[in-house]
């Protein structure tokens, strides 16, 4: 236990302070189980890591773990606990923990047997608790960590602090917010940068091999993660990097089932059951028509990327700039309101109607329809129903 603790406290050094993400402040942190799922790249490490360095003791009472560690190859995460609760441990931080095989089992022991203990662990966002060999959701409060929104980025890169703005109020007050930030910053100077490098915070890193890292990070994700999370083969990796090329080189997609499984040489229902997985892994996004047509077989509508970074990062050719405005907007729209596809405008939120575009879209399509609005590019403020696509970067 003693070098896992020399590891804590390394890591507790090395952790960025500062920026903070904006799920730090929604996290209920009093509640005695809790999970945080994601992407790989999107920061869980460093949200866990800055929560215990600004808030819990830095003693023999917290402990952080990655549960990839080689030191579980040979000990078991519940005798670790048992010692570690025995000599004082009372906060606990375990990462990565959909690497360990038996992970839900354990974790629902030691929470029944430690009744004064408190865990955070982070795993992919592909896991889900009532799916897992325990059923942790009646114990668990779970939050999903995003990659940065255009707001958060802003806000990194400048040293700023500009606030959300609320769904509820996008469509009232998006000039005079429009107005605010203008006054600050130009958005769209940073735009383009953010639309191709800056959805992962690891971008600071080494802003010029960030494309090769994501790529390598969705590689990764695709034999690491998804294997040890749902069991699935080699043949069956090799099938869904086969279908993710096709996807990238494609998007906006519509798919047709027959034709793409008889490409790839599955079925029908396999197929399907690949685009959930990719989905789950946040690389690309489903969309369908109503909340009626999503079931376990039902196909999805249209297929984007899940962020413009990852058709930047897999693409073989320059990014269709319709299809980047599209990720965008599904993806910062998305992590509050459910998005569906719409035949009348390009999506649908509640009951109300987007089309995406340039500057110069015209309402063509839904001229006919109360209350919708067109999202335009590469404008810095909007009128009535004319919203600046960069603006919905705001809303997280």
């Given amino acids: 236990m003693e070098k896992l603790f020399e590891k804590f406290l390394m890591k507790i050094d090395n952790v960025p302070e500062g920026f903070t993400r904006y799920l730090m402040d929604r ?5 005695r189980l809790i999970g945080i799922k994601g992407a790989r790249g999107t920061g869980k490490t460093t949200l866990i890591l800055q ?3 600004r808030f819990l003791p830095i003693d023999h009472q917290s402990l952080y773990v990655s549960l990839d560690d080689l030191y579980f190859s040979e000990n078991r995460l519940v005798d670790l606990v048992a010692e570690f609760v025995r000599k004082g441990g009372k906060y606990l931080l375990l990462d990565e923990v959909h690497r360990y095989s038996n ?3 354990e974790i629902k022991n030691i929470y029944d047997d ?4 408190r865990i955070i662990f982070t795993g992919s966002s592909i896991i889900h608790l009532n799916m897992a060999k325990a059923d942790l959701s009646r114990r668990a409060v779970m939050y999903e960590l995003t990659g940065l929104s255009f707001r958060e980025y802003l806000n990194l890169i400048n040293k700023l602090s500009f606030p959300v703005i609320k769904w509820d109020r996008i469509g009232i007050e998006h000039t005079s917010f429009a107005r605010s930030v203008l006054k600050i910053v130009r958005p769209l100077e940073f735009f383009n940068e953010y639309l191709m490098t800056g959805y992962y915070p690891y971008f600071l890193e080494n802003k010029p091999a960030y494309s090769q890292k994501l790529a390598e990070t969705i590689d990764l994700a695709l034999n690491t993660d998804l294997s040890v999370s749902t069991g699935v083969n ?3 990796i090799e099938k869904l990097k086969q279908l993710l090329f096709i996807i990238s080189q494609s998007v906006p997609f519509k798919p047709n089932v027959t034709k793409l499984g008889e490409r ?3 079925s029908r229902n396999s197929l399907v059951t690949y685009f959930k997985y990719l989905d789950g892994l946040r690389i690309i996004k489903r969309l369908y028509s109503s909340a009626g047509g999503i079931g376990v077989l039902q196909k999805p509508d249209k297929i984007l990327m899940h962020h413009p970074n990852l058709q930047y990062a897999l693409a073989y050719h320059d990014a269709e700039k319709g299809s980047i ?4 907007f599904v993806n910062q729209t998305g992590y509050n309101q459910k998005v569906y596809y719409s035949q009348t405008g390009d999506f649908r939120i509640d009951k109300t109607i987007f089309e995406i575009g340039g500057k110069n879209k015209s309402n063509r399509q839904t001229r006919n329809v109360p209350g919708s609005f067109i999202v335009s590019d590469d404008m810095e403020i909007g009128m009535d129903n004319r919203i600046p696509l960069w603006l919905f970067g705001f809303l997280y």
Avoid at 27 to 31: A, R, S
Avoid at 114 to 117: A, F
């Fill in 103 to 105: 992970w839900s089992s």
């Fill in 27 to 31: 996290i209920d942190w009093t509640n």
């Fill in 264 to 266: 790839i040489g599955v």
């Fill in 51 to 53: 929560y215990a360095k």
């Fill in 114 to 117: 430690h009744p004064g203990l």
């Fill in 325 to 328: 405005r599209e990720s965008f």
């Fill in 234 to 236: 080699y043949s069956t």
